[in-house]
């Protein structure tokens, strides 16, 4: 009989179980301790529960932990971590160390839905989605878990195509029982789908990163699909309900693509668009990916973009490139291969 993981269960959950297995209730709070807080591997590591309760424990549960089965690591430092789900499928996670910081890239999906022509996630295309267990295990895991200041949900997969369990992941990591981490460590990305966005934004505090890569619908349905479906002009609608202008943060991610969204009338068009909405706007260098004739934009377009953007009013960043060397940077995460030679 495979057991149930103890990992990515609530507190409340956690007294459900307790209760049915008839073991005090405080035994829950204990649990959660030992799976959160000390980080145990095994149920046997939970010394202040009873030997008794331990192995009644023990019949249908585990912790659920799983270390990765692979490592790489990039000359800049990032580190990509392979790790096999209960499935059989792989995901991978990215840990990328600075001087004031240590940020994970988690994954929530195996390959992604989404279609979009410049993410390698995408041109795998979907395999399966991630439990809560499988997405808290790449934060528990890594050996640098402890050194953990944030975490960013742009790894493989779309979070609102999975957005239950990405939910309650969110809610174990900023819980007082679980992680009690400030939800303003925690940056959720997505594409725009905007039932889930609603939900995000209705029920946690979290920081909101949105794809964007272009104003123009004609131009923007041709590098992601979901534009026909939920164009960025109504997901815009959507955030300009909500209050950003405090601690809460919602930026825009703007991968640049030479001659494709690079222009003068993309930089214009994309302040109008964004008039009003407290944001910031991430500009990111294309990573060549195999298939792809893209190309990304020179480092003085990118300048020129930046700067005409923070001259009007939208604050522009260019993010550093990391993990680039071992296919760890933005839009190169792919398991297709891992899935392919499991198979033969």
């Given at each position: 009989?495979?057991?149930i993981?103890l990992?990515?269960?609530?507190?409340?959950?956690?007294?459900?179980?307790?209760?049915?297995?008839?073991?005090?209730?405080?035994?829950?709070?204990?649990?959660?301790?030992?799976?959160?807080?000390?980080?145990?591997?095994?149920?046997?590591?939970?010394?202040?529960?009873?030997?008794?309760?331990?192995?009644?424990?023990?019949?249908?549960?585990?912790?659920?932990?799983?270390?990765?089965?692979?490592?790489?690591?990039?000359?800049?430092?990032?580190?990509?971590?392979?790790?096999?789900?209960?499935?059989?499928?792989?995901?991978?996670?990215?840990?990328?160390?600075?001087?004031?910081?240590?940020?994970?890239?988690?994954s929530?999906?195996v390959?992604?839905?989404?279609g979009?022509?410049?993410?390698?996630?995408?041109?795998?295309?979907?395999?399966?989605?991630?439990?809560?267990?499988?997405?808290?295990?790449?934060?528990?895991?890594?050996?640098?878990?402890?050194?953990?200041?944030?975490?960013?949900?742009?790894?493989?997969?779309?979070?609102?195509?999975?957005?239950?369990?990405?939910?309650?992941?969110?809610?174990i990591?900023?819980?007082?029982?679980?992680?009690?981490?400030?939800?303003?460590?925690?940056?959720?990305?997505?594409?725009?789908?905007?039932?889930?966005?609603?939900?995000?934004?209705e029920?946690?505090?979290?920081?909101?990163?949105?794809?964007?890569?272009?104003?123009?619908?004609?131009?923007?349905?041709?590098?992601?699909?979901?534009?026909?479906?939920?164009?960025?002009?109504?997901?815009?609608?959507?955030?300009?309900?909500?209050?950003?202008?405090?601690?809460?943060?919602?930026?825009?991610?703007?991968?640049?693509?030479?001659?494709?969204?690079?222009?003068?009338?993309?930089?214009?068009?994309?302040?109008?668009?964004?008039?009003?909405?407290?944001?910031?706007?991430?500009?990111?260098?294309f990573?060549?990916?195999?298939?792809?004739?893209?190309?990304?934009?020179?480092p003085?377009?990118?300048?020129?973009?930046r700067?005409?953007?923070?001259?009007?009013?939208?604050?522009?960043?260019?993010?550093?490139?990391?993990?680039?060397?071992?296919?760890?940077?933005?839009?190169?995460?792919?398991?297709?291969?891992?899935?392919?030679?499991?198979?033969?």
């Open positions: 009989m495979n057991k993981a990992v990515g269960k609530t507190l409340d959950e956690l007294k459900t179980i307790i209760s049915e297995l008839g073991m005090p209730g405080f035994t829950a709070k204990q649990v959660s301790e030992w799976i959160y807080k000390k980080r145990a591997f095994s149920i046997d590591e939970m010394s202040n529960i009873s030997a008794k309760n331990r192995e009644l424990l023990k019949e249908q549960y585990e912790v659920g932990r799983t270390l990765p089965v692979q490592t790489v690591e990039s000359t800049d430092g990032t580190k990509k971590y392979l790790f096999k789900t209960e499935g059989g499928h792989f995901i991978e996670a990215v840990y990328i160390p600075e001087e004031d910081r240590a940020t994970l890239c988690v929530s999906q390959g992604c839905k989404m979009c022509v410049f993410c390698m996630t995408g041109k795998q295309g979907f395999i399966a989605q991630l439990t809560t267990a499988e997405i808290l295990n790449q934060v528990l895991s890594i050996p640098e878990a402890e050194k953990l200041t944030n975490l960013v949900f742009m790894g493989m997969g779309e979070p609102f195509d999975n957005t239950l369990p990405m939910l309650r992941s969110l809610e990591l900023t819980a007082d029982y679980g992680y009690a981490w400030s939800p303003r460590r925690i940056t959720v990305s997505s594409i725009g789908l905007i039932p889930g966005m609603k939900v995000f934004l029920k946690t505090q979290c920081h909101l990163a949105i794809s964007l890569h272009t104003p123009f619908t004609q131009d923007r349905v041709l590098l992601m699909p979901i534009e026909k479906t939920y164009p960025i002009s109504k997901v815009l609608e959507e955030l300009r309900k909500y209050d950003f202008s405090k601690q809460r943060r919602v930026s825009f991610e703007y991968i640049l693509f030479d001659g494709v969204n690079d222009t003068m009338r993309h930089a214009v068009e994309l302040v109008k668009i964004l008039k009003g909405i407290d944001c910031r706007v991430n500009l990111i260098r990573h060549a990916i195999p298939g792809s004739d893209l190309k990304s934009s020179s003085e377009k990118m300048t020129f973009f700067d005409y953007l923070t001259s009007n009013n939208v604050t522009s960043t260019i993010r550093r490139s990391r993990g680039e060397d071992i296919f760890a940077a933005c839009g190169m995460l792919s398991t297709l291969e891992k899935e392919k030679s499991e198979v033969k």
